[in-house]
């Protein structure tokens, strides 16, 4: 088992591996005749010389997984506490299954488009939006829809009164094979408020939701060394987002290489009018 230091992140509850040693070995080759010199050939003899490296080597450190139910604070700082808190089974499986079918037949499931760089594709999913106010992420807006079905309506309640927090807004998305996903982005536009509390309820297949922290302004927008979770997110399970956890980190969910069925998951929001934000 790795050795375990005292570390600054807290969600793994103060413990994390030790940074390995750089190889320290010294090694002098003198007078050895490669085989593919000729013997009357001449030669100067050469030494090498291994030389300690003067910084310690930097790993990728390895993504953590959470999988087991309870309150996480995955980051402190300037910004304020990251938190999430994972609810496996918080819908009953008999009556996942039930809302699952009813949810996938009755949501008006529609695919859009976003436009980089003059180049247009299809988000690989397919959503639909619930609320009186439209959305706008990645230049698209979702257009009001107040229609709430039973289901959501009482869904939305379910989650109300279990954490506390109202919501006005619903993004669903449906991920039909493995090959749907969602790229890495936060869910920071204005009109959700600063530190939004972010509800995702997910029906269906498992799929892996991760996590990875924002660069420090030195790394210089390199994701390369930040601190990366995984959350398998199964049939009936509740995760909630809060403080600067939109802020600090980002989340996707990524394409699987195995195959995948379809997947039901529900974020629900409050959205703020704009341009009014509540944080301009
Ligand atoms: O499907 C999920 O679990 C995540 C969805 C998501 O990231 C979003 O709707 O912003």
């Known amino acids: 088992m790795a050795e375990e230091t005292a570390c600054t992140s807290s969600w793994h509850r103060g413990r994390c591996p030790a940074p390995k040693a750089p190889v320290a070995s010294s090694l002098a080759l003198a007078g050895v005749r490669p085989a593919w010199r000729q013997k009357d050939q001449p030669h100067t003899q050469k030494q090498f010389i291994f030389e300690k490296p003067s910084e310690v080597e930097r790993r990728v450190p390895e993504a953590g997984v959470i999988d087991k139910p309870g309150v996480y604070e995955l980051s402190k700082g300037p910004t304020g506490t990251s938190r999430i808190h994972l609810i496996p089974g918080f819908i009953d499986?008999?009556?996942?299954?039930?809302?699952?079918?009813?949810?996938?037949?009755?949501?008006?499931?529609?695919?859009?488009?976003?436009?980089?760089?003059?180049?247009?594709?299809?988000?690989?999913?397919?959503?639909?939006?619930?609320?009186?106010?439209?959305?706008?992420?990645?230049?698209?807006?979702?257009?009001?829809?107040?229609?709430?079905?039973?289901?959501?309506?009482?869904?939305?309640?379910?989650?109300?009164?279990?954490?506390?927090?109202?919501?006005?807004?619903?993004?669903?998305?449906?991920?039909?094979?493995?090959?749907?996903?969602?790229?890495?982005?936060?869910?920071?536009?204005?009109?959700?408020?600063?530190?939004?509390?972010?509800?995702?309820?997910?029906?269906?297949?498992?799929?892996?939701?991760?996590?990875?922290?924002?660069?420090?302004?030195?790394?210089?927008?390199?994701?390369?060394?930040?601190?990366?979770?995984?959350?398998?997110?199964?049939?009936?399970?509740?995760?909630?987002?809060?403080?600067?956890?939109?802020?600090d980190w980002q989340h996707r969910v990524p394409k699987e290489y195995h195959s995948r069925d379809e997947r039901i998951n529900l974020t629900f929001r409050i959205i703020y009018p704009e341009p009014d934000g509540v944080w301009k």
């Open 93 to 247: 499986s008999e009556q996942a299954d039930w809302m699952f079918e009813q949810l996938l037949q009755d949501i008006p499931w529609g695919q859009r488009t976003h436009i980089r760089q003059e180049v247009s594709f299809e988000e690989p999913r397919l959503t639909s939006w619930y609320g009186e106010l439209p959305y706008t992420y990645s230049r698209i807006t979702m257009q009001p829809n107040p229609n709430w079905h039973p289901v959501l309506s009482m869904l939305k309640e379910r989650i109300e009164e279990f954490t506390g927090h109202t919501f006005n807004s619903l993004l669903c998305n449906l991920y039909r094979n493995e090959k749907d996903s969602v790229d890495w982005h936060s869910d920071n536009e204005p009109s959700l408020g600063k530190n939004p509390v972010i509800a995702s309820l997910s029906f269906g297949a498992t799929r892996t939701f991760e996590m990875r922290k924002k660069p420090s302004p030195e790394e210089d927008g390199d994701y390369t060394y930040v601190e990366r979770i995984r959350i398998p997110l199964d049939h009936g399970s509740l995760l909630v987002m809060e403080g600067a956890t939109q802020e």
